[in-house]
């Protein structure tokens, strides 16, 4: 039945199919329509294929072409493989499997029309004189198990990004990097009692929420910028820093910020689809959900070339990190969160409120916030504030104008005092306090009866921290890390306490509070 097919083939296309030379006539079956000699056989025996047929052998094509099974050559002449290293085994494999495709592809298929190599890259027809632009010198020669195409030029080779970095030495530590994450996972649906199935598979490249894209898969198109080992390093030596983490064990401390530091170098590069032109994007979103702004100087001076999968900007000797857009975001903590906040005062009401569209109050951050009071005592809560980073941060509080209860409670105000945990190089423990009655910018509450406005208060500015406190992707995917997950505990905190005397209460101050968010913003993204 699979002849049948190619006859009916011969017959749509009429008399332009013509045998290798007058000698093959006695190897066509009876009817004239199919040889009965191998695609291999028809190679050997052609005397403008000589290199192409050697090429086959030497990499064990041979017996492939020379089997049951239907394939489709486009066979390099001679000519064209004049300057081939017969001795880059690797190089010879490359070009055998980008000339061969499985079953029969005649230049009767439909221009366009995705055709996929024994290397999975996807070619086609733009015409039936060319083939993934290389003219066809000698087309639709039939063999008894498929179709030969002689080509005046190789097919170029074009590198997946994958291929490319783990083949190209100057990206060796980009390569090195990633595939520390490779392993073999066993798949269980696909497994029996005799035979155990496992697939290859990279945590960094093909997880849904946090891989940076599958750079391996011929079918996934994507625009990604790759560092060479010299722009690699000086990326490494900029980013470092922030990632610097306390651990008894130096060895571990430093494993820690190699792993993180160089998660935030790969989560700007890999970008979706085939972008020609990323620098005129008024922005571009990263495959990890990152969003580059200033793409015209994101992209500048990078070499773009083909890959088989997308497209190629390459970063020789630098790149272009925008910290504050990929690794160095804003931390943001809501007010109503349960899991990050902990009432720490004695005698404390914590409740959070919802608000709708008929609010008197705009912009409150997703509709709710928290409201803490006491009356005995001065009442306060601590948040917990994760993954902080060693840089400078801007350290916001937003707070919910008592307005918000009503025209009776609109002037109310209240006096703060703020205590701030901070882990040391050491790995020591250091508060941070602010606080003092002269203090205005600890005063908040409502000026007037229409006083609708969110107030914000900037606690601390360009704040150092001299750790990082980040848990990375790599980590929350660890199969080992799984019980340690609920056993986070933030190192950094910050406590929101009323400092009101008993004298003051009810007369000057009020122990009552409304706490929207906390902001940690990087200090350059001001």
């Excluded at 005129?280 to 992209?299: C, E, H, M, P, Q």
């Amino acid at each position: 039945m699979r002849y049948k097919g190619i006859i009916c083939l011969i017959l749509g296309i009429g008399g332009s199919i013509v045998s290798c030379n007058d000698d093959w006539d006695e190897h066509y079956s009876r009817n004239g329509s199919i040889p009965e000699v191998s695609l291999m056989d028809m190679i050997l025996n052609d005397s403008q294929l000589t290199k192409f047929s050697q090429i086959l052998m030497k990499t064990g094509a041979d017996s492939l072409l020379g089997s049951t099974q239907t394939y489709t050559v486009w066979a390099p002449v001679d000519e064209a493989l004049s300057s081939v290293d017969m001795d880059d085994e690797a190089a010879l494999q490359r070009m055998v499997k980008n000339h061969i495709a499985r079953y029969s592809n005649s230049t009767a298929t439909e221009a366009g029309k995705s055709i996929y190599m024994l290397d999975g890259k996807v070619m086609s027809y733009e015409s039936a004189d060319v083939f993934n632009g290389i003219s066809i010198v000698q087309k639709d020669i039939l063999a008894q198990n498929g179709v030969l195409h002689k080509l005046n030029d190789t097919i170029p080779y074009r590198y997946n990004f994958w291929e490319y970095i783990s083949t190209q030495e100057n990206y060796s530590k980009i390569y090195d990097f990633i595939n520390q994450f490779s392993e073999k996972i066993y798949v269980s649906g696909e497994s029996s009692q005799k035979d155990s199935v496992f697939r290859d598979y990279n945590r960094l490249l093909q997880n849904y929420y946090y891989g940076i894209g599958w750079i391996h898969d011929e079918d996934s198109v994507y625009t990604m910028i790759l560092p060479d080992n010299e722009a690699w390093d000086k990326a490494y030596e900029q980013v470092s820093p922030y990632f610097k983490v306390y651990n008894v064990d130096e060895a571990v401390a430093d494993s820690i910020t190699r792993v993180q530091t160089g998660q935030a170098i790969v989560y700007g590069l890999t970008f979706g689809g085939r972008i020609t032109d990323p620098g005129s994007a008024d922005s571009l979103v990263t495959v990890t959900g990152s969003v580059i702004r200033n793409t015209k100087d994101y992209f500048a001076g990078y070499r773009q070339e083909p890959a088989s999968n997308g497209l190629m900007f390459l970063a020789d000797g630098n790149l272009h990190l925008d910290d504050t857009c990929v690794w160095n975001q804003p931390i943001i903590v809501e007010g109503e969160d349960l899991d990050r906040r902990l009432v720490t005062a004695s005698g404390t009401s914590a409740y959070v409120r919802d608000v709708d569209g008929t609010s008197v109050v705009k912009g409150i951050s997703e509709n709710s916030y928290l409201e803490v009071s006491g009356s005995s005592l001065n009442p306060g809560v601590t948040f917990d504030i994760p993954n902080v980073l060693a840089t400078q941060y801007d350290i916001y509080v937003d707070f919910v104008p008592p307005a918000i209860d009503g025209n009776s409670r609109a002037t109310e105000k209240t006096c703060l005092s703020y205590r701030m945990k901070v882990e040391q190089e050491n790995g020591r423990t250091k508060y941070e306090s602010r606080q003092g009655k002269n203090d205005e910018e600890l005063i908040v509450g409502g000026d007037s009866v229409g006083d609708v406005y969110m107030k914000t208060v900037k606690v601390w500015s360009a704040y150092q921290f001299p750790t990082s406190d980040f848990y990375d992707a790599m980590w929350y995917l660890d199969e080992d890390n799984a019980d340690k997950v609920n056993e986070i505990s933030p190192k950094t905190t910050l406590e929101i306490k009323t400092n009101v005397s008993p004298s003051e209460l009810n007369v000057k101050y009020v122990r009552r509070f409304r706490i929207d968010r906390i902001r940690f913003v990087p200090a350059k993204n001001n």
